[in-house]
């Protein structure tokens, strides 16, 4: 299922308008509305939101070919970094991978 596809179905799914889901995330309706429409597709930061306000994972909110977008960004901007900060970002994600399993197993 896309994104915009699994918003919907969460949305509606809490009975919620378009304008109610974008107060209660602090978004514009109309960012709810192109997000549905697969107009627009929301950062990582905003998916997180997205994520815990429905509390789901965020991979469930992305189809295979929506997951790619998300790594094509993150590797952007690893790569944009300083080969240090790379390695640094590397071992943050390292980490928050260790605590989400560890989480999982609880």
Do not use: C, W
């Amino acid at each position: 299922m896309y994104f915009k596809n699994r918003l919907k179905a969460l949305r509606k799914s809490k009975d919620l308008t378009q304008p109610q889901l974008a107060a209660a995330l602090g978004l514009g309706r109309s960012t709810i509305s192109m997000y549905e429409r697969g107009q627009r597709h929301p950062d990582f930061a905003t998916l997180e939101l997205i994520a815990d306000f429905f509390n789901v994972p965020i991979a469930s909110l992305l189809s295979d070919s929506d997951r790619g977008a998300l790594e094509n960004e993150a590797l952007d901007l690893l790569n944009s970094l300083p080969d240090d900060l790379q390695k640094v970002a590397l071992e943050q994600l390292r980490s928050l991978s260790n605590l989400s399993d560890s989480k999982k197993n609880q």
